[in-house]
């Protein structure tokens, strides 16, 4: 099958490859460029443990092919933290409040929720859950991931409050 030439910049790093047609972003990510972090569960777009930017909007990575991504920015939960390691504050609130679980799901509530909170810091706890019901945590531990995601959201309207 012929290849295509694609670029696009990963994690603020510019990055150019050869890919099949049907080779899906999830698994460019992960096979090409060695981005582990995404996880590929159902390959059907369903669990969300996919889930990377793309040009600033969360999408499943098993629904979209490489080719698609050419020119655009995708971001990868390797991307979350600084390049010094400091992790965001919506990674420390996972780990304070033990969202992190079994780690398979990880990743794709992280970046979910990265876009979420940026878009709309001003959710509430109902609206926050049905949100995240699309994506599935097989430890059905949700507690945690919403005690983090609504700390992180108070803690920004408290920053935006003192402006």
């Known amino acids: 099958m012929a290849k295509h030439s694609i670029t696009l910049t990963v994690n603020g790093k510019s990055t150019s490859a050869e890919v099949e047609p049907r080779v899906h972003?999830?698994?460019?990510?992960?096979?090409?460029?060695?981005?582990?972090?995404?996880?590929?569960?159902?390959?059907?777009g369903v669990c969300g443990a996919c889930t990377v930017l793309v040009n600033g909007d969360a999408v499943r990575s098993c629904l979209m092919l490489a080719v698609q991504a050419d020119g655009a920015e995708v971001v990868t939960v390797e991307g979350l933290a600084a390049e010094d390691g400091t992790l965001t504050p919506l990674q420390e609130a996972f780990r304070k409040h033990?969202?992190?679980q079994c780690g398979f799901c990880t990743p794709g509530f992280l970046i979910t929720l990265t876009q979420l909170l940026r878009d709309r810091p001003d959710i509430e706890e109902e609206e926050l859950r049905r949100e995240l019901s699309g994506n599935?945590?097989?430890c059905t531990g949700y507690s945690g991931i919403v005690k983090a995601a609504l700390e992180v959201a108070q803690a920004f309207r408290t920053r935006e409050a003192a402006r």
Do not use: K, P, Y
């Not at 972003?25 to 059907?44: K, S």
């Open 136 to 138: 599935l945590c097989r």
């Open 98 to 100: 033990h969202a992190l």
């Open 25 to 44: 972003l999830g698994d460019f990510l992960r096979h090409q460029l060695n981005l582990t972090g995404t996880h590929i569960g159902c390959e059907h």
